[in-house]
């Protein structure tokens, strides 16, 4: 508990300074002065005991969402409730994250006697993924004279997870591409049609179906032509890794591309998992930090949200060969690995390209490499200037180099998705969606 002088006292201490000047002139006001402060300090004595008990009896408590979207609006609910049988006003101030937009917020309350609650609504958002804490509550209010003011902390420990924004929320996803219903019925249908060789049923021959599959024992049962029907091959290993290093904590339209990369990465997990597929996720940059093994059935989503939701770039070189090298001792069964990162300078390409084509002789590798926005606002930027210059020079040269390694990777086999950042989603899915209707996985 926290006391200090309120608005009151503070005003009457400015008035007795201002009447002691007087007593350079007048001594007796000097008795005057001297009653009046033995008399504001009772006051403010009797204000400070009445004040604390009265904060004692004041509940608060906080609700808020456990899950919200990054950078989405959420509210928070502050339920104050007066347990005494005196009206009570003051204020509560919520003690939030850093990363809270706004992060202060302190309201004012006004109770009345015997139980009264009242519930303060505030919104705000957090545009950083992860786990956030919320911290305690402040409650302040004032002695019946308002010379005293008293603070107590209420401890409440509360949490929110902040995840990827389409992620959280498939309406989003909707809103923001416009082809969620699509991408779901292609799922669908991938199940059930392809050129695979699951078996599903026998069926009566229609014309179109190829005569190579027609099952003579079946047919001379039935005496009329009956074939096999086939869906592609269900329980196939996937395996997403995310590159969290230097390249992929350049910002963007909608955050950076790590953020663009993790939201991108789930939402293409919930696919594979509704598609029957058994999905893993990993994430890296000078080696491997963590790695989830292939899982199948929609609860696995949830273990796979836990292992990257929270992912922040440490600013670290990427090492594809060290990686790589550790992903074959760990995925030693063929799979499809879908990797979201970038290529870099000629050199360090170079050497990823060499650790990608290895990698891509026992997988099947679908690289995503994303952009770098800024590399295409220098090049379209004005040159006025020596600086602006260099700095065009250096850009064009970077993406010159990008793309030659981008071109080598695709002729060595490796499937390519070269997109900006804040488009990824869709492309990726598609592209998944693709590959297993070809039977490639």
Known sequence: MIIRPGRNLLILIAIEILIGVVAFVWEPILGIIGLSLILVIGVAIHDARRAARLIDQIKASRRLPRVVGRGVPFEILLN???????????EIRDVRPAACQPIWNSVAFDLVSNGACIELKSACKIPVRGLHRFGSLWVRIQGPFGLIEVQREITTQDEIKILPETFASRGE????LKAE????????????????????????????????????????????????????????????????????????????????????????????LESGDRCGIGFFDSSLRGHLRPMAGPNSLR?????????????????????????????????????????????????????????????????????TPLLERVIQGPMETVVEGASKAVAM?????????????????????DVEPQQLTLPLINQFIELRTRNLL
């Not at 996803?173 to 923001?176: I, P, R, S, T, Y």
């Not at 049609?193 to 699951?198: A, F, V």
């Not at 040269?397 to 998705?417: E, P």
Request: with cysteine.
């Open 80 to 90: 104050v409730t007066n347990e005494t049988s005196t009206h009570i006003a003051g």
């Open 397 to 417: 040269g970077l993406l010159r180099d990008r793309g030659r390694s981008l071109h080598a990777l695709k002729h060595v086999g490796l499937q390519i998705l």
């Open 181 to 272: 219903l699509q991408v779901l019925d292609k799922v669908n249908r991938t199940r059930q049609k392809g050129s695979g060789s699951e078996f599903v049923t026998l069926e009566e021959f229609r014309q179109g179906d190829d005569p190579r599959r027609i099952d003579w024992r079946a047919t001379a049962h039935h005496r009329f032509p009956i074939v096999r029907r086939y869906q592609v091959e269900r329980h196939r290993d996937v395996l997403i890794l995310i590159d969290n290093g230097r390249l992929m904590g350049t910002m963007t339209d909608r955050g950076s591309k790590l953020d663009c990369a993790v939201d991108a990465s789930l939402n293409l997990a919930r696919v594979v």
């Open 303 to 371: 273990n796979l949200v836990e292992c990257v939701y929270d992912l922040q770039t440490q600013w670290k070189e990427t090492d594809f060969t060290r990686v790589f090298a550790e992903i074959q001792q760990r995925q030693s069964k063929r799979c499809l690995l879908v990797i979201l990162s970038d290529l870099g300078d000629a050199e360090t390409s170079r050497m990823h390209c060499a650790a990608l084509e290895k990698l891509n002789r026992r997988h099947l590798v679908l690289f995503a490499a994303l952009r």
């Open 173 to 176: 996803l909707q809103k923001d």
